[in-house]
Each structure stands twice: as C-alpha cells, then as structure tokens.
C-alpha cells in the first residue's frame, strides 16, 4: 500500500477506473442523497437523523469524486470519528471502486493526520519528525512534575484538574500566549496559564506532543509556514467530514483553514447525536455552519432506512423532549412498524443481565448472528454483570472501545493486591503494587530490593524483609517498605478468616487505592471508582479468595480468535455511527441513566445530553430494541434501590410494549419485602431464600457452586459448610438454600 502522506509526497500514478460509472453511484441513492453526493465543489452540509444515510453519503461521495475523475485520491481528505470507522470506510469504498484507489486515499481521523502532518512538516515550528505522542499517563506525570516547579499545592489544584484545564484550552486551538481572560486562567491561584506555559517547555525539552498538540501544532504549522499550509490547500481538492456535531474549535479551525483553498468541504452529523461536549465537542459548529461558510448548502435527509416504525417512532418522541435542538422529520424507508420497543422491569441487576443473555441466546437459535447483537450501557462498570453471565453461558463476545472488565488497570492493581496476600512469592503483583498508591518507595528503591531478590533466589517480599532486618536500605525507604509488608501481613490473617469481599474492602480502602482515584481528577477516574465498587458486588459470588483468582485467571487466559461470530458490549458514546440488528439497553435507572454526575456538574444541559445519548442508544437498533431496568441493583455491596429512568417516561405507550418480573407493578418499580436477603444466581436458590430459615449445624443444604454439603458451624450469616465435592468452606448464608 502506498502511504499517500509518505515524508516524500512520491505518489504513485493514478490508478486505472474501476467499478461503477458516477451515475451508477448515484442510482444507489435518494434524490436528497444524491444531490448531496452530486454537489462536489463548495461547502455542503448534510444535517439529518440517525440512520438517513449521512455515512453512506460520504462513502458514496467518495467513491464518486473518483469514479468521476473529480480528483485523484489522495487529493481527497476524508475525516472519521474512530480508527475504526476509517478503516471502514476504506472497505467500503475499496469494494466499490477497488483497492488501489481506496488505498491511497487520506483517510483518517483528526489525530492520525494532524500527527501525519506534523511528521512531514512539524520541523518548520521546530518540532523533530521523530515526536513521540505521549499517554494520558504521562501527560499527568508530567503536569505534576510542573505544578512542583511551580510550588503548586497539588492538595488544592489537583493535577488531574489543572490537566483538564490545558486540555479544554488546547480544545479551542488556544497556546499560552493566546489564553486571555479566561475564568481558567484563574485556577491554581491564577498559575495555570504559566504551568500551561512550562508544561509546553517541557514537552518541546522531551521532543513530545499530547493529544491535544496534534491540532493544536498544526494550527501554529499553518500560521507559521503559510506556504506549508498553501500547499495543503492545493493539495486537498475536497475534504469531507463524518460525525461533524462532535468535533471541537480546533478541529473546526483546522477544517476551515484547509478547505479555505478549495473551498470544497462536506460536513455531515446530527445535532440530535452530539454526545461528546465532556470531551470539547462543540455542538455550536455545526448549528454556525452557514455562518461560518457563506453560501453553503444545506441538504436534509429524512429517510430512515436502519429502524422499523417503532423504534424511530419512540427514538423520536423520546429527542423531541429535549428543548435545545433543531428538530426534524423522520420516516422510515420500509414503511414497516415491526416490533415494538420492549421496556422490562427486573428485580435486580443479576437478573437484568441473566435476562438480557437469555434473550440473545434466543435471537441466537432463531439463527440471528451474535455480531448483529449488541448490549450498550451508560457507563464501563456495567459490562461486567453481562461478560459474566455470557462467559458462564458461553456465549462469544466482544467489548468493544475498551478492555474487558479484568483487563482494566484499576481491576488488574485490585487483583495484583490480591495475588500478593494469596502468594507472597508473586513478585510481579509485588512490583506492580509495592509503590501503588505512592507510599515513599521509589524505583531506586525497588531496584535494589529485585537485585537482591535475584542474587539470593528469593521473592521480592522475602528479599524486602531481609534487606529492612540488615538494615540495607536508605532510611525512609526501610520505613515505607517496612510499613507495606506490614500492611501485606495484615491482610493475609485477614483473608485467612474473612470472606474475599471483606477482604477486598479492606485492601482498596486500607491501602488508599480506592482513595487515590476518588481524588483523582482526570475524566475517567470516576469510571474506575466504579469499577472497583462493582469488583467489590462481585466478590460476593465466591467462597474463597482462591476461587476468585481462578476465575480471574481463567478469564484472562479465555480469549480465542477474532473469526470468532461474537456479540457486542460496549458503552453508548462508543456505540455512535453502529448499527445492530438487536439492541439491549440496561441500566434505564434515574442516577445511572441519565448519569446523576452529569446531571449535578450540567443541569439541564447535562440531562439533554444524557437523553441524546438514549437517543443514539435506540437509534442503532435496525429491528430490534429493549430497554431495561432493574428494582435494585447491590452497589458496594449495598442493596440500593432505584426508580425507572425518566427516559423511559418519554417513550410513547402506542410504541413500547412493557414486561415486568412477578409483583413489579405497572413497570414502577416497588421495593420486594426479602430484597436484602435476595440471592443473586438461579431461580431455585432464589425460591428458597424467600423466608431465610434459621441454619443448624448439621443440616443438608444446597449452594450454587459448590453444591450439596452439611453445615459445620453457624456464625452470624456466615456458615462453615463440609460440601460433598468441594470440601470445607466459609460461605454467607444467602447463598444458600436449605436442600
Ligand atoms: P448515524 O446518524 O447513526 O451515523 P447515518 O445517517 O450515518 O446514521 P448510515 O449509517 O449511512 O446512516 O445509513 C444507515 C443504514 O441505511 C445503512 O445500513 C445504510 O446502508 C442504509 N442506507 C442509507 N441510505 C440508503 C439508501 N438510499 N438506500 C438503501 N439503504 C440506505
Ligand atoms: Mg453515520
């Protein structure tokens, strides 16, 4: 494949015509489509509803502006929301008019060709060709290493938050010099723009960018070298943009500088999907479009051809309660209602996510591909009740936009913890742990300890204690470490006699893990204080600490391969642009969904994005769409209960056909008597524990996992039970039923 952004601008002779004539293209579309696509010179918007066919404009646009000699292809810049949607784009366009011109056409997304850019031609603003892209990691580390510098007091202005600041900044194409006065400037006692200022020192000393650089450079490249931007400007004949109602400021300049040659730009979104304003998306560029590119043409799209009648009838009734919006017609092309959205009430969330499995496997044997079956949840935490029970039932899935759930780095340090109190020879858990939160021992220190470990043949632990015993280590390194082991003591008595989830409580709040991302400020720690508390719920479903780090174990290790027919999981905000035959929505619960952080930190323009977000959610569905909520879900190891999402209100009778769980009435949610004492698994423990009876020893009971066995002792709930296979055990008793 030719790289048509090679360093040398070689570009290879144009490819021979292949594939349909332009007409041939157009014969594919609707009238509106077609103007759309036929439109190719001056500014164009396409503003319409989901599902109308703005993606397929740009495909066919694409293909067309080549088909019809318009340009060669890599004098077209296309522009994507993901990696992913690039590459198919690509595919898309490679099947209709080959490879060869599909190949070396610019595809990409706004940080794969600003970076592209900035590797040809960054050396004019002083910035080496051999840049490297820094994480979110570093970027962090490297804000801390400022707001030292500075003499910040990072109890005060947290890090994390002064990172968001120069990241909204570096959103609205603003450097340094270019802040102003902005209610930003004042944070950390009126410091952050000189910490903006050393920040970006620093990252010129380590030869660096961020993420929000690889814009924001390109906008000084353009300012700088005129003749650099010039020659970008001849260059990309027609530029063309998906997904146009999230891009933010610099995105928007940087569009605007390039088109301003040709002055050929086609923008398509749908203010009605604008759902990444947390992130700097500006909704305020596509609504000024016209404003911005006088003269340009509006097209609007109103054939749906994904949904069935029902679905985008309640998808629309459901936006139209959202006051700050353009608003627009929607009909659906096949002029079929199908099946009406279904709206179930469950009792708890194990159940939503035993039911939501059941009915895949059901589309399943009714011969519906897994691929064309989807589960999209509010927020990353969620995933995990759904992988376990499609792992259990083994069902194939895929999360897609993020690791699984044991993949997570807050999972996987929780774990690490874990594996050191159960194996104390465990050095790399030790190593990922030992200084995790930051208790004073170093990588020096760290060092000396794994040298030591090797020469004398030992684990690291041992050689720790050891070393603290010689008196071999610096003094306040001897203390910390002394303190860890200390703590890592602890805790092994404790999981010696305490179930895993008490346990694991103890770990997260006694070692301050869960604390350090509480007090972190970076957009996704909240997500992963959530997924921690979810990782506590989940303890509960084991006997022994043993048992859990099997699982866990075997949960890594169960990935085959990718020809695999999976099924979907992934959160709405990564799901945009998808379509699914079938679409699960759990988790339809006031707080969860809308989000009460965006509520409390947004108002009401929080719950409109948060209702846009419902909107995209149903709006993926081609036939099918079900939206859940359960009673109560255990929160923390909390039963905590939760009333229907408002959203669900929204959605019109005549289109929704609802189902509730035995005694939820009318779809309201009303708390069961025995809900605290409620089990969690299968239907058979669940009958049973309806009146907790009194356990005794020597009684026959019944437990989910481990099976038939004999009460040993009673304390409190907690009951040794001698289990016929499984042998002696700790277990609480709700997960037991009398046999
Ligand atoms: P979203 O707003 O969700 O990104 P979209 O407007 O980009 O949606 P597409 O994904 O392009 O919509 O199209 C939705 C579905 O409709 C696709 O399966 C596409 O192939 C189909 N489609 C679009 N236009 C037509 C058409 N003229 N005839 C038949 N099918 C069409
Ligand atoms: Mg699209």
Known sequence: MTDPFA????????????????????????????????????????????????????????????????????????????????????????????????????????????????????????????????????QLRLVKQVSAGQDIDTKRWPPQALLAVLQRWKDRGVGPDQVGADPGAEYAGGRAVAIYRAYQGELARLNACDFGDLLLKCLELFREAPDVLASYQRRFRYI???EYQDTNVAQGLWLRALSKGSGNL?????????????????????????????????????????????????????????????????????GEWGEKVCVRGVWTGEDEARVVVEAAET??????????????????????????????????YRVVGGPRFYERQEIRDAVAYLRLISQPADDLAFERIVNLPRRGIGDATVDLV?????????????????????????TRARTCLAKFLEELADWRTLAAGADPRTLLDDVLEGSGYLEMWRRDKAPDAPGRVENLKELLAAMDEFGDLQEFLEYVALVMENQSGDEVDRLSVMTLHAAKGLEFDHVFLPGWEDGLFPNQRSLDESGTKGL????????????????????????ARRIYGQWQNNMPSRFIDDL?????????????????????????????????????????PGYKRGQRVFHDKFGYGEIRAVDGNKLEIAFDKAGLKKVLSRFIAAA
Not at 99 to 122: C, I, K, N, P
Not at 368 to 381: F, K, N, Q, T
Not at 450 to 472: F, H, K, L, S, Y
């Open 450 to 474: 794994r040298q030591e470990a090797r020469a004398t043949n030992v684990p690291m632990t041992v050689a720790a204690a050891e070393m603290i015993a010689a008196g071999d280590l610096p």
């Open 363 to 396: 589309l399943q044997r009714k011969k519906v591909p897994l691929a064309e079956i989807a589960v999209l949840v509010r927020a990353g935490y969620q995933t995990r009740a759904f992988e376990e029970r499609l792992m259990a039932q083994g069902v194939p």
């Open 240 to 242: 063309m943009v998906d």
């Open 608 to 631: 409109e994005e948060e209702r846009r977000l419902a909107h995209v959610g149903l709006t993926r569905a081609r036939k099918g769409a079900t939206v859940s909520f359960a009673a």
């Open 652 to 692: 019109p009778d005549e289109h929704i056909e609802r189902f509730s769980e035995a005694g939820m009435g009318g779809g309201v949610a009303a708390r069961p008597a025995s809900l605290e004492t409620r089990p969690m698994f299968e239907p058979r423990a669940t009958a049973a524990m309806a009146d907790e």
């Open 266 to 334: 086609c923008c398509v979104g749908d203010d009605d999907q604008s759902i990444y304003s947390w992130r700097g998306a500006e909704v305020g560029n596509i609504l000024r479009f016209t404003e911005d590119f006088p003269g340009a043409k509006v097209v609007r799209l109103e054939t749906n051809y994904r949904s069935t009648g029902h679905i985008l009838a309640a998808a629309a009734h459901l936006i139209a309660q959202n006051a700050d919006r353009l608003g627009k017609t929607l009909r659906p092309a096949s």
């Open 7 to 138: 360093l040398d601008d070689g570009f290879a002779p144009p490819p021979p015509p292949a594939g349909p004539s332009p007409d041939q293209l157009l014969a594919g579309l609707n009238p509106e489509q077609a103007e759309a696509v036929r439109t190719t010179e001056g500014a164009v918007l396409v503003l319409s509803g989901a599902g109308t066919g703005k993606t397929k404009v740009l495909t066919t646009r694409l293909a067309y502006l080549l088909a019809g000699n318009f340009a060669q292809p890599w004098q077209i810049l296309s522009v994507t929301f993901t990696n992913r949607a690039a590459r198919e784009m690509r595919e898309r366009v490679g099947a209709i008019i080959g490879e060869a011109a599909a190949s070396s056409t610019v595809l990409g997304t706004f940080h794969a060709l600003g970076a592209r850019m900035l590797r040809r031609d960054g050396t004019r603003i002083g910035l080496p060709r051999d840049f490297t892209i820094l994480d979110a990691d570093d």
